[in-house]
């Protein structure tokens, strides 16, 4: 696709393509399409939760049809229940492989807009453009 020349243009051209998405799922919405996907939809979320409910009771872990096999996988997931008991202990054994690096970014700017500064982090910018139509 090519823009325009000017910027204003170009802008003018992205929110027409944007009203004309808009308007196309809209349309979408309306059809009786739609309506059978949706419902297509709601139907295989509850045959997929009475099949983990049959698995469950029966204890299986796979199990197929003439069309299909479904196997059910489990694995572990943590989350902090007592906060200084875990850090602590991660401390106490560096066992820093336990954590997963992320920083929060609202602690960070509160920080700086305190006078502190965070050594050893870099700051970088995410761009987004949003087009909206103007009323």
């Known amino acids: 696709m090519k823009l325009p020349i000017t910027l204003g243009l170009s802008i003018d051209k992205v ?3 944007k009203i004309d998405v808009d308007l196309a799922k809209k349309a979408l919405e309306k059809s ?3 309506k059978t996907v949706v419902k297509a939809e709601r139907l295989l979320s509850e045959g997929t939760d009475l099949l983990m409910d049959t698995f469950g009771a029966e204890k299986l872990n796979q199990a197929a049809g003439r069309q299909g096999i479904a196997v059910i996988t489990y694995s572990d997931r ?3 229940t007592d906060s200084g008991a875990f850090y602590g202990y991660v401390e106490e ?3 820093s492989d336990l954590l997963q690096r992320r920083i929060n970014a609202s602690a960070v700017k509160e920080r700086n807009a305190n006078g502190e ?3 050893g982090l870099a700051k970088y910018e995410v761009v987004k453009l ?3 139509e103007l009323s």
């Open 93 to 95: 054994h560096k066992a």
């Open 130 to 132: 949003t087009v909206k």
């Open 15 to 17: 929110c027409r393509l």
């Open 78 to 80: 943590y989350q902090i």
């Open 117 to 119: 500064d965070i050594p």
């Open 32 to 34: 009786p399409a739609y």
